[in-house]
């Protein structure tokens, strides 16, 4: 399983970006996804996750109600669409699959990262 995280860029606070993580391989559908990212000097965090259907996203409570989480299993890839961008958002997002249908702290495979940096 290869995961190809790609969006990250430099915003402006307050503005948005739409990160976009494609997966190999065929079975896609029958996993969960999850964001995460880690800034500097930070551990690494949960951002959002998102059912195998797409019909259950969660979030961690910094991004609720700014970041969305969703994905499009015919393309084998999942999206975080996120807004009102504060500088403490900056850090390295990524991507990673779970290893059930439904999220978990199991996540096996991970992908690269995509940075992610807000100005103030």
């Known amino acids: 399983v290869q995961l190809q995280a790609s969006g990250g860029g430099l915003v402006q606070a307050g503005g948005s970006l739409r990160l976009s993580c494609a997966a190999s391989?065929?079975?896609?559908?029958?996993?969960?996804m999850g964001w995460f990212r880690q800034a500097p000097g930070k551990e690494r965090e949960f951002v959002a996750a998102?059912?195998?259907?797409?019909?259950?996203?969660s979030y961690a409570d910094p991004v609720k109600g700014r970041f969305t989480i969703s994905r499009d299993n015919a393309k084998n890839t999942v999206y975080l669409q996120m807004n009102s961008l504060k500088p403490e958002d900056t850090a390295v997002y990524y991507c990673?699959?779970?290893?059930?249908?439904?999220?978990?702290?199991?996540?096996?495979?991970w992908g690269q990262g995509t940075l992610v940096t807000v100005s103030s």
């Open positions: 391989g065929r079975t896609f559908s029958n996993y969960a």
């Open positions: 990673a699959r779970g290893g059930s249908l439904y999220p978990s702290t199991n996540y096996p495979y």
């Open positions: 998102i059912n195998w259907s797409g019909s259950t996203p």
